[in-house]
């Protein structure tokens, strides 16, 4: 560790002098737009801390945080994800409602020069997501490197709102993270750091116009809960939770106006600095009034949970007002868009997700005295922890007997909170989710119902957004299975034309067969090194080889109903 | 929390053994590997070295790509002293592709490598260094005739900026050559991790 000491001591100092050197601008990250993105993982650095080395950060087109992806609601879209990392890891759309087998969790592992090509239709409505990678026992390191980025969803229904959306002018996306930097200026890979970052800018600052402004606040940390609110406490609206709008914006006031936002979580908030230019104000998290048993709310002072941030109040971003843009925003609507949530009543069933300590579980191998787990048993990749039939309304009850906190993430669906511990949920947590915190011996019931995505094979994932305890086993898995599809697997021939071969820029797979189709093609060199991983592809176009160069390529495809793979040999000229 | 006890360890180990530091002054053997002239390089062709600065790096990572040229020259300065520069690549060619040994060869051409670039295909060297990161630097120095890793870790202090750079490697080779120990024989290395084939 302990360069952060030296760093929390410069920024007590820096925010003590409050001259402007003192700051960062807030790295705004680049967007892409349109159908078709192109994803590159690599390890590269970053000048992260103002003097000495640079650090080693994993980044995405070659900057360290990726880029923003914008999509509009409705369509298709086509992602090129290619690892140039040196290791494998995988890409998880947070939030996205989409096929399991495009999902990016840890079954969809991509090796070290592999293209994955997932796609899919976007259903979502306008919101913000994210997405990061999701590799079992490396997502805490990999997350703490930095690969990751925003998703903002458009539709009609946000379009059609007076609402600010000019990206990074009165539309700032901000990823609130904290790190520790060891001796050498490089991450530490511990749950909790000593370095407040905005979207990986230490003592970030930024220019808002004197106006109502967007802020999409991300808590992209690998432990913490940060407990929001403004310098100046003023009062705020949150138009938004993790998977879009509220019904109307709320005003967050009071005395001490506060949200928490715990990992994984995301909230979107109209902040009105209309008439201040010239003046600043800091968000802040204001962990200080947080419990021992929220994360972050903990004062360790040794050992791999100490932290400078524990149970403190620190400022996460100076935000300066500055004239108002042409076209301001200066009013709040009254209402935003109509949410239509499964109803209790049509819940097939309630299923019972226990959160617990490890402690004295036997089946459990010891872990250590505060190892966590979901459903009193550690993650398996080989066990699928329930089946939900296709279209099934369901009630989650989470029941904690945990000691500490749980932001619990769920893949597939947004959510609806029921109740926490008996009593409607805050206010502010009513839009739909996707992360709900379980505090420690509480029980919080949601309502969810899992359509359009059937799939018996890959399973979709439930598990504490704590990428450590994620890494060490709490977690499970879900599949959605179509009951009307089951009986149809049988073992019969799967007759498959290959052409051209040898070939060239693009390779064509004809099923003789047209009742059958690819669920999953893998194209692997001479070495057995996989090059591309295309789930589902749509194969009447062929598929494009123009990256692979001259050589003896592998094709194995396996087929959708029966799951049998057929693997044929290609020339690529 | 789990590490608490291994912490717990290693604070008592510390207090027992003070600063004696039992990873450095470890003894590592001669080795040969092949260089990009096609030649096979070996420790023991140099009879006059008092020492080596040894050089883990590769082709694809990023931070090791910004050392080249002092990799050059520190092979310059240290070569008249006797103490060649040599740098290993330990990287598993079956994974990466861009680490064969053809693309080695295009490398050292093309970036004008004045120090031998060796594989080591096998990843046998790498492992006795215990080589971590590319690039992660040390410094081996001949005493009773057993080569002594006498420095491991980063090359310098800013990878970006050379010229605000302090080279532990020089400070450490500059040692040894006046007959000093090495005031600071183990910083942390950091980059692309080698990852070894068991």
Request: with cysteine; hydrophobic share 40%.
């Amino acid at each position: 560790m302990r360069n952060s000491l030296l760093i929390l001591g410069l920024i007590i100092l820096f925010n003590s002098n409050a001259s402007a050197q003192s700051y960062n601008t807030l790295w705004i990250p680049d967007t892409l737009t349109g159908t078709n993105f192109n994803l590159t993982i690599k390890d590269t650095f970053a000048q992260i801390v103002n003097t000495g080395n640079q650090t080693i950060t994993g980044g995405i087109n070659g900057k360290f945080w990726g880029p923003t992806l914008i999509i509009n609601k409705g369509d298709l879209v086509n992602m090129n994800v290619q690892n140039d990392l040196n290791d494998s890891t995988t890409i998880h759309w947070h939030g996205m409602h989409l096929p399991a087998v495009m999902d990016g969790g840890p079954h969809q592992i991509i090796p070290p020069g592999t293209l994955w090509q997932p796609y899919w239709e976007v259903k979502n409505q306008a919101s913000t997501l994210w997405y990061h990678p999701h590799m079992h026992e490396m997502s805490q390191e990999q997350i703490t490197k930095g690969i990751g980025g925003f998703i903002i969803v458009r539709d009609a229904a946000e379009a059609a709102l007076a609402l600010p959306r000019k990206y990074g002018v009165d539309d700032i996306p901000i990823a609130i993270t904290d790190r520790d930097f060891n001796t050498q200026n490089q991450f530490s890979i511990v749950p909790y750091g000593d370095s407040i970052m905005a979207n990986m800018t230490l003592r970030a600052q930024y220019s808002v116009p004197a106006q109502y402004v967007r802020l999409r606040l991300l808590n992209g940390a690998i432990e913490t809960s940060y407990n929001l609110g403004f310098s100046d406490n003023r009062s705020f609206y949150i138009i938004g939770t993790d998977g879009g709008l509220l019904a109307a914006p709320l005003l967050i006031n009071g005395a001490t106006p506060r949200f928490l936002l715990s990992a994984g979580e995301r909230v979107e908030i109209l902040v009105n600095f209309s008439g201040q230019a010239g003046s600043s104000v800091f968000l802040k998290a204001y962990n200080q009034s947080l419990g021992n048993f929220i994360p972050g709310g903990e004062s360790f002072p040794n050992g791999p949970f100490a932290s400078f941030l524990g149970h403190t109040n620190y400022n996460i971003v100076k935000l300066n007002v500055t004239n108002a843009t042409a076209n301001p925003i200066t009013s709040v609507p009254t209402s935003l868009v109509t949410n239509t949530y499964p109803l209790e009543q049509d819940a097939a069933l309630t299923r019972i997700i226990t959160l617990s300590d490890s402690t004295g579980v036997t089946s459990v191998p010891i872990l250590g005295p505060n190892a966590f787990i979901l459903g009193h048993q550690l993650f398996n990749f080989n066990t699928i922890n329930h089946s939900i039939p296709l279209n099934q309304t369901e009630v989650w009850e989470l029941k904690s007997t945990s000691i500490f906190g749980h932001p619990f993430h769920i893949h597939d669906v947004e959510f609806k909170i029921l109740t926490i511990n008996g009593a409607t949920a805050p206010t502010y947590q009513q839009g739909w989710k996707d992360v709900v915190l379980v505090e420690g011996g509480k029980t919080v019931r949601f309502i969810a119902k899992f359509d359009d995505y059937a799939d018996a094979t890959h399973p979709f994932m439930y598990h504490c957004h704590i990428a450590l305890h994620e890494d060490e086993g709490m977690m499970g898995q879900f599949v959605v299975t179509d009951i009307n599809s089951v009986n149809e697997i049988s073992k019969e021939e799967i007759p498959i034309t290959l052409f051209p071969n040898p070939a060239h820029d693009k390779l064509f797979v004809e099923f003789k067969n047209q009742a059958q189709s690819a669920y999953y093609v893998s194209i692997k060199d001479f070495l057995g090194r996989t090059k591309l991983m295309l789930p589902q592809p749509y194969l009447k176009d062929g598929i494009d080889i123009s990256t692979l160069v001259k050589g003896v390529y592998t094709i194995s495809i396996m087929e959708k109903a029966s799951k049998q793979v057929v693997t044929k040999t290609f020339i690529v000229n | 929390m789990k590490s608490t006890l291994a912490i717990g360890v290693c604070i008592l180990f510390i207090f027992v053994f003070g600063s004696f530091n039992l990873t450095l002054e470890k003894r590592v053997d001669n080795f040969t590997l092949r260089n990009v002239n096609g030649k096979n390089v070996s420790t023991q062709d140099y009879k006059d070295a008092k020492g080596f600065i040894v050089i883990f790096t590769c082709n694809h990572c990023p931070f090791a790509k910004l050392y080249t040229n002092r990799f050059n020259e520190l092979n310059t300065k240290y070569s008249n002293f006797n103490v060649p520069l040599i740098a290993i690549n330990s990287m598993d060619t079956l994974m990466y592709e861009e680490e064969t040994f053809e693309l080695m060869q295009q490398k050292a051409k093309k970036e004008k490598f004045n120090f031998p670039y060796l594989q080591d295909l096998t990843q046998a060297v790498g492992k006795l260094f215990e080589a971590q990161h590319t690039p992660m630097a040390f410094v081996i120095w001949k005493e009773n005739n057993e080569w002594i890793i006498k420095y491991k870790g980063a090359v310098d202090d800013n990878g970006a900026h050379p010229k605000l750079a302090n080279s532990y490697i020089s400070k450490a080779v500059d040692e040894l050559l006046v007959g000093n120990p090495v005031s600071n024989s183990e910083t942390e290395s950091f980059g692309c991790a080698i990852f070894y084939r068991k």
